[in-house]
């Protein structure tokens, strides 16, 4: 679904949200981190995706920790 062109920018954007919660929910959180990257370069507003940009960075920080 990520690779067929959207039938608007609001479905792209849905649908670049939704992969990035699935990656984040399979522990690909650099991968999810990046694909909220590109949701908020579109749309900073979106959702709640600034949240969780945040979140995923202090985790990505928080492992590296390690």
């Keep these: 679904a990520a690779e067929a062109p959207p039938s608007s920018a ?3 954007l ?3 949200y939704d992969l ?4 984040e929910r399979e ?3 650099a991968r999810a981190l990046a694909v ?3 949701v908020d370069a579109d ?5 709640d995706v ?3 940009i945040e979140q995923l960075t202090r985790a ?3 492992s590296r920790e390690r």
């Design 36 to 38: 909220l990257l590109e």
């Design 60 to 62: 990505q920080a928080g």
């Design 27 to 29: 522990g690909e959180t």
């Design 20 to 23: 990035a919660e699935v990656l």
């Design 43 to 47: 749309r900073p507003d979106y959702r």
């Design 50 to 52: 600034g949240e969780r």
């Design 10 to 12: 609001e479905e792209g």
């Design 14 to 16: 849905s649908v670049l």
